[in-house]
């Protein structure tokens, strides 16, 4: 069997958000959760825990995401000022 794109889920304190989502997603979260907790010996996964850790994979995955923040990274360095005058707005 192939293995999954996530690893085991870190147990780390979340920030709450609430979303609606399709159930047909909800379904998919719920068969993956169980699909991972099968794999990685944790048990069934709660599929909201599955969400960030998605999120994250998908933004790290992204490269043109990858590049707006090396871009950004880069101008804030660049223009300290533009940085700070920002922070106080």
Do not use: W
Not at 7 to 28: G, N, S, Y
Not at 66 to 83: G, V
Request: a positive charge.
């Amino acid at each position: 069997m192939a293995k999954l794109k996530l690893p085991a889920i870190e147990d780390d304190k979340p920030v709450k958000v609430t979303v609606e989502l399709p159930a047909t997603l909800h379904r998919d979260l719920v068969a993956y959760g169980s699909a991972l907790g099968r794999e990685t010996g944790q048990g069934v996964v709660d599929p909201a825990k599955l969400i960030g850790p998605m999120l994250a994979r998908f933004m790290a995955t992204d490269r043109v995401f990858a590049k707006l923040r090396r871009t950004e990274s880069t101008s804030k360095i660049a223009h300290p000022e533009k940085s700070r005058s920002e922070q106080t707005a």
